[in-house]
């Protein structure tokens, strides 16, 4: 079963940078799909980017242009670089991945395999 593992976030000043990363604990050698997904106290989780095997990405509105999702050769690790932070970003961010051919989407519910999150807290 695939494990994967964050690391990257911290406390930072609006308009701030920090750079996520997400280990898988072994090759995902399928059809798969990868997120980033956060979520805010009393908020649901929602997909932040999203990244399919054949390089296709997707952003939310909100980090449209701000945000980056990239990954490293052999699929392994993924990057998610955040710019010009601000308090809105402030969030638990959860690294994913769906595989087996799946439809890619930014709904949560399709992903079965998550990281254990790592906090992103952003002040004014």
């Known amino acids: 079963q695939v494990q994967l593992v964050e690391s990257g976030g911290g406390s930072v000043q609006a308009g701030g940078s920090l750079t996520l990363s997400c280990v898988a604990s072994e090759y995902i050698d399928s059809s798969y799909c990868m997120g980033w997904f956060r979520q805010a106290p009393g908020k649901e989780r929602e997909g932040v980017a999203t990244?399919?095997?054949?390089?296709?990405?997707l952003y939310a509105q909100s980090v449209k242009g701000r945000f980056t999702i990239s990954q490293a050769k052999a699929k392994r690790p993924m990057y998610l670089q955040l710019n010009s932070l601000n308090s809105e970003d402030t969030a638990m961010y959860y690294c994913a991945a769906a595989t087996g051919a799946p439809i890619c989407t930014a709904l949560a519910v399709d992903y079965g395999y998550w990281g254990q999150g790592t906090q992103v807290t952003v002040s004014s």
């Open positions: 990244l399919e095997e054949d390089g296709t990405i």
